[in-house]
């Protein structure tokens, strides 16, 4: 039986090919000197303000410092791409999404993206499938549509395709990688990694029929969030109580814009309505509600806050459900604040500490905001620590102050794509005992940190940061997060959340609208 060939009729709407976007960017390289600066930045950034490098070198076996040292005696000779791609590797090696290269324009803002999502998940017996579970409705063509089941991915069956992607990926366990390993099969943010090697894939699938037929998909590149008519992240750079995974906050926008519902699809990046939805399920005989938070990208942790206060003042007392996943983090205060929110009594938040170094030194004794940290970092010069004495960010009692709260019976649902902040959500969750976590992976995204900004870095560091060529930008963990309670000064960065319970994804989840993970979730209330 040889594979009928088809075309999708129409391309990606709102887009610009891949080709063109690439000749575009490599026409007007990024001069040598710009080059030095960058590597010369790392460096600073690495090893004397991320709070993780100890760990880093002994858990992966990798030093990003002599990798920036060899790069640079190397840059001469390499291409624009080659460049972005080898700096942006040096990074990745750290398996730390907190801790990133951002390229220059043009490609800030922008992901490369295919126009439809894939989902795993498996038979009782262990075996694998693949399923495209959404797209845009002008790539639906030949039985290629939701519900299609992927067979190949450029002539290399589906699971080794998918095994080689996750292997390229920064995330710091196996499940985290091979969450993101799926996931960027189709979506690629461009501000963190050089675009995709390929201008198109070729796809071998089995339509819903049964039938299986082959069809080639062209990459296309979209602007995640615009203002004044240009591309921008949809994270703000001078925050500076920020925990999220900016690339997977970006593509979590281009998710938003082809496949969210109308009302959520057309408002702004951080309003409160693209980040938390909720609806009442009337499941195994119960009346139970159903909170899915995709974000904590707000402005304000007040304002969530209340948002989240009125959801749950309207849910039944049976019980509710909490889904974080694929959330890759944001405003921590904001997480915490919701956490309270769910909570009778005070939650203990978790703690942050920063590196020993002069110039993490320097940072605290200038900025009024990390003051509390200075004595423990300057004693570190005769104690030997590596670490600062851990102190929380904020008090989300007083943050969340007046406001009712959710006192029935709660159970929390995770993957490995719940990144961040939502790992600091997840973590609060259990170790104030809140209820059970029902994982669709056995730990959480695993990252452990409060991000900050090269930009953000500079205004208190002038002397030491420069600016940066065309827009390009760094970020890095520099405050560590470690959990509360029963798992007191547990680091959250690459050991993450165990779920208490799990669950693997069966067809009916994904074609079904979660109908067996929401089943499975309702009888932890019993």
Do not use: C
């Not at 801790?99 to 262990?126: C, I, K, N, S």
């Not at 902040?421 to 409060?450: C, E, H, K, S």
Request: glycine letters at 8%; zero cysteines.
């Amino acid at each position: 039986m040889s594979p009928a060939t088809a075309q999708p009729a129409r391309v990606l709407p709102e887009s610009v090919g891949l080709d063109e976007f690439t000749a575009r960017a490599e026409a007007d390289p990024l001069p040598l000197a710009g080059r030095y600066q960058l590597v010369a930045a790392a460096r600073v950034l690495l090893e004397e303000l991320y709070v993780h490098l100890p760990l880093k070198r002994a858990m992966h076996a990798t030093d990003p410092v002599q990798r920036l040292r060899l790069l640079e005696r190397r840059l001469p000779p390499l291409g624009e791409l080659q460049f972005h791609a080898e700096l942006a590797d040096v990074f990745k090696g750290l398996h730390d999404l907190h801790t990133v290269y951002q390229l220059p324009d043009p490609y800030r803002g922008h992901v490369a993206a295919l126009g439809f999502l894939v989902e795993r998940y498996t038979d009782p017996d262990g075996t694998p499938h693949h399923i495209v579970s959404k797209i845009d409705p002008a790539l639906v063509h030949a039985g290629f549509d939701a519900g299609a089941e992927l067979e190949s991915w450029n002539g290399v069956p589906i699971e080794r395709a998918i095994e080689r992607n996750a292997a390229a990926q920064a995330g710091s366990n196996p499940d985290a990688r091979l969450a993101r390993g799926l996931e960027s099969l189709t979506l690629r943010p461009l501000r963190t990694g050089p675009p995709p090697d390929e201008h198109w894939v070729l796809l071998s699938y089995r339509t819903r029929a049964g039938r299986r037929r082959e069809t080639r998909v062209p990459w296309r590149v979209r602007a995640a969030d615009q203002y004044a008519g240009r591309a921008q992240d949809p994270v703000p750079t001078l925050a500076t109580s920020l925990a999220i995974d900016a690339g997977n906050e970006t593509t979590r926008q281009i998710k938003r814009s082809l496949f969210a519902p109308p009302g959520a699809r057309h408002s702004a990046a951080r309003a409160l309505r693209s980040v938390v939805a909720y609806r009442t399920l009337r499941l195994r005989g119960g009346a139970y509600g159903y909170l899915r938070v995709f974000s904590f990208n707000v402005s304000s942790a007040r304002l969530f806050a209340e948002q989240v206060a009125r959801i749950v003042a309207r849910a039944p007392a049976g019980g509710l459900i909490v889904d974080i996943r694929g959330n890759p983090g944001g405003h921590v205060p904001a997480a915490e604040s919701a956490l309270q929110v769910l909570s009778e009594n005070p939650v203990v938040p978790v703690s942050f500490s920063l590196s020993t170094t002069r110039t993490a030194l320097a940072l605290a004794r200038s900025n009024p905001g990390l003051r509390a940290w200075t004595s423990s970092i300057r004693a570190a010069v005769e104690t030997g620590e590596l670490y600062s004495q851990a102190f929380p960010l904020t008090d989300p009692v007083v943050i969340t102050a007046g406001l009712p709260r959710y006192v029935g019976p709660k159970v929390l649902i995770t993957d490995a794509l719940s990144y961040s902040a939502a790992d600091i959500f997840a973590a609060g969750f259990q170790d104030n005992g809140l209820g059970p976590v029902l994982g669709t992976a056995l730990r959480t995204g695993a990252g452990g940190a409060n991000v900050w900004t090269h930009e953000l870095l500079r205004v208190w560091l002038p002397e030491l940061l420069g600016d940066l060529p065309r827009g390009a930008g760094f970020r890095v963990a520099l405050r560590r997060a470690t959990r509360a309670r029963g798992n007191v000064d547990v680091p959250l960065e690459d050991l993450g959340v165990q779920a208490d319970e799990l669950h693997r994804l069966t067809k009916r989840d994904i074609t079904g609208s979660n109908h067996d993970l929401l089943a499975a979730a309702t009888a932890l209330f019993a």
